[in-house]
């Protein structure tokens, strides 16, 4: 089954594409409550407070881990979707989880581990080049060395592929334990898989997109694009996991 078939197939479950069709499947049957349905559905979606209760239910079991705090490892690893796909081939423009590559350079500068790894991530619509070659060029030019900067040999086209890429990696070079760098949403996913391959890793969460302190502001109660698209994100992730579940990782 191609890998996009994936990505297709939660759509209809996602605010948007569940009110399509239940706005759709109201006007053919002529059941105005199904209407209402969807319209509610994506209206709730779209308020902050809603937003950052179903994303911060993902980051609130990974809290924030200074660099100073974290233990020492053979390799820092870190996942892809750091980057635009939309940007023009060759380019690197940085997507909100740019902090996954920042936070990754940092450990490396503090000695956390002798070498910094990036996923051969594929890159849609450029299928000639992946984020991790990018990656790489862009942490040479921050001033790591060549010896410093490895990528995933294995092309990868999730996270799932990503983490079978480290254990191939892992067997290969000898090593026992990783720092595993991710956005903080994405962690309890990405830990999940990483352990499903008998990999030992120490989460490092990054990215964090939900308040962590204070009370609701009102905008949080106005609808906005920004907390639909947090709502979607959140939503994808624990479809994710739920898949796997069920696939027993």
């Not at 990999?199 to 204070?214: A, E, H, S, V």
Request: net charge positive; proline share 6%; aromatic share 8%.
């Amino acid at each position: 089954m191609p890998i996009w078939t994936h990505k297709v197939f939660v759509i209809p479950f996602l605010p948007v594409g569940f009110c399509v069709w239940t706005v759709v499947l109201g006007l053919l049957i002529r059941r105005r409550w199904l209407v209402w349905v969807g319209a509610g559905v994506l209206l709730l979606s779209s308020l902050g407070v809603v937003a950052d209760r179903i994303l911060g239910r993902l980051e609130d079991g990974y809290p924030l881990v200074l660099a100073s705090q974290c233990p020492q490892a053979d390799a820092i690893v870190v996942l892809g979707g750091s980057t635009r796909p939309e940007a023009p081939p060759g380019a690197l423009e940085w997507n909100e989880s740019v902090d996954r590559f920042e936070r990754g350079v940092d450990l490396v500068r503090s000695g956390k581990a002798p070498v910094l790894v990036f996923t051969a991530a594929r890159i849609a619509w450029h299928p000639a080049v992946t984020e991790g070659a990018m990656l790489r060029e862009e942490a040479l030019r921050r001033g790591l060395n060549a010896d410093q900067v490895m990528i995933t040999g294995e092309l990868v086209e999730n996270t799932a592929g990503e983490a079978r890429a480290i254990r191939m990696m892992m067997q290969q070079h000898g090593w026992k334990k990783i720092i595993l760098v991710t956005s903080a949403f994405h962690m309890r996913r990405s830990m999940r898989l990483m352990r499903s391959e008998g990999i030992d890793c120490l989460p490092f969460p990054t990215d964090y997109q939900t308040r962590r302190q204070g009370a609701a502001e009102p905008a949080d109660f106005l609808p906005q694009a920004d907390s639909l698209a947090k709502t979607e994100r959140a939503l994808r992730e624990w479809i994710g996991i739920l898949f796997y579940a069920v696939r027993g990782k």
